[in-house]
């Protein structure tokens, strides 16, 4: 079975690749691939069934068709690849619990300026309130970003 999954990796690997051919590591950064060779380096570790292995891949065969191609004047034709690209990381949140790194912290951090300015404004003095709600959802944020990493949900 891990012969399989090293096998499958290799192929969605290789043809991330011979889309990327001659693009920078700039553009690759910027289309987030290495996320995507990420991604599926942790669907093919945790894979329950060679169904679920099937669906991501065929998710995945489907972004990396809307990988941008150089046009004839040299530069990426995007397309509707960044749309494709939203589509596919709410699979994978939604299917196997796998966040990026920065998840929480983007997602407490105005959650506890809210709380805060609910703070702030209650105690009369905003600055403190302020302060007090940043604190809040940096704490949050951190504390469940280090159990996802703990989980192995994070994906660089």
């Known amino acids: 079975m891990n012969d399989t999954i090293d ?5 969605i690997t290789e043809k991330i690749n011979a889309r990327t051919l001659d693009w920078t590591d700039a553009e690759k950064f910027k289309l987030d691939l290495p996320y ?10 945790k894979h329950q069934t060679q169904t679920e292995l099937d669906e991501f891949g065929e998710k995945l065969d489907q972004l990396i068709t809307w990988i941008p191609i150089r046009g004839e004047d040299g530069m990426l034709a ?6 494709e690209l939203a589509e596919f990381k709410s699979f994978v949140g939604r299917k196997y ?4 790194a920065r998840h929480y912290g983007q997602l407490f951090l105005p959650i506890g300026i809210a709380l805060g300015v609910s703070f702030g404004l209650l105690f009369k003095n905003l600055a403190l309130g302020l302060a007090l709600g ?4 940096v704490a949050l944020g951190a504390g469940m970003k280090r159990k996802a990493e703990k989980d192995g949900r994070i994906i660089e």
Not at 36 to 45: E, G, I, M, P, S
Not at 78 to 83: A, D, R, V
Not at 134 to 137: K, L, T
């Open 78 to 83: 995007y397309g509707l690849y960044s749309k």
């Open 7 to 11: 096998l499958w990796k290799a192929r």
């Open 36 to 45: 995507l060779k990420h991604v599926t380096n942790l669907v093919a570790d």
């Open 97 to 100: 619990q796998l966040v990026p």
């Open 134 to 137: 940043v604190a809040i959802g």
